[in-house]
């Protein structure tokens, strides 16, 4: 063995239990459970080859970057001395391009969600751990990516902690606009966050009816009730919060509704009205009408 990789044998191995700041990356194919038997292998072959080819055309080494197989995906770490930049830029954009490539000649796209966060990782014979791993992996599997890769019909989303965003995303660079990114809050297990959306090759996507969902998927706040419902509320740009409050009114109304898996349950003081997933053809009126005159929208 060299001296060199002797060095750098010892040092990984005093340093093994310790945690090292990396980007961490974590690949979701979408409704890979669609996928039968025979189809799977050709599609993590897929996703290998757009993975791997786009690190060659960014100028990452293959070797430098730990992969691990998730079966239906890919979790990835890649160490400080590489720019975050590169992979949140020229990397995702070649990524882009290839599943583009991939796709056209196939009659069901590939699609995949891709989340980015940085933070302290740790690695033993395994693998790697931390609550940076788990954030990343909490992002690409979130209701917002997988409804935006399905609502927009895209190929690829792109989520990114509220920390890389505000650390290297905001900054700008080559491949990487901010203005294209656009943000949502997520009730995750460990709690609510912030994360920044991205469509590669469009503007930023319209976050604004995807928000916090109460029942399913790893976006439930915590375990519901013995009665299987969870509180949650909507977001807007009024309630940025997800509060729901239309003012003081006798009593309150409260609204127990089943939407999508399970119970979802709005209170409010006054008025309440909730729109979701709708497409309107014409001019519409939301909303009553109050006054003397009640034949006016």
Request: glycine residues 12%; negative net charge.
């Amino acid at each position: 063995m060299e001296h060199g990789a002797q060095h750098r044998a010892a040092h990984e191995a005093f340093d093994a239990d310790e945690a090292r700041y990396e980007l961490v990356i974590s690949v979701d194919a979408r409704r890979s459970g669609q996928y039968n038997d025979a189809e799977k292998p050709r599609m993590r072959q897929r996703i290998y080859r757009v993975l791997e080819s786009a690190l060659a055309q960014s100028g990452v080494a293959r070797d430098a970057v730990h992969r691990e197989d998730r079966g239906d995906g890919v979790l990835m770490s890649v160490p400080g001395r590489i720019p975050v930049s590169r992979l949140l830029g020229l990397w995702t954009v070649e990524v882009h391009e290839n599943l583009r490539e991939e796709n056209g000649s196939l009659l069901v796209p590939l699609g995949l969600r891709v989340a980015m966060h940085v933070g302290p990782v740790r690695h033993d014979s395994r693998g790697i751990s931390g609550r940076a791993v788990d954030l990343t992996c909490r992002l690409a599997d979130s209701s917002v990516a997988r409804e935006l890769l399905d609502r927009e019909r895209a190929d690829l989303v792109l989520a990114v902690s509220d920390s890389l965003y505000a650390d290297v995303v905001q900054a700008g660079g080559k491949f990487i606009d901010p203005a294209r990114f656009a943000p949502a809050r997520l009730a995750l297990k460990e709690g609510a966050v912030t994360a920044w959306f991205h469509l590669p090759g469009r503007p930023a996507p319209d976050t604004g009816a995807l928000g916090p969902r109460a029942a399913g998927g790893d976006d439930a706040p915590g375990a519901a009730g013995a009665g299987g419902a969870a509180e949650a509320a909507v977001p807007s740009a009024e309630h940025p919060r997800g509060d729901v409050d239309g003012g003081d009114s006798d009593g309150g109304d409260v609204e127990d509704r089943e939407d999508g898996g399970g119970s979802v349950r709005y209170t409010a003081r006054g008025d309440l009205s909730v729109h979701r997933h709708n497409v309107y053809q014409q001019p519409v009126h939301i909303g009553r009408v109050t006054g003397t005159d009640k034949g006016k929208d």
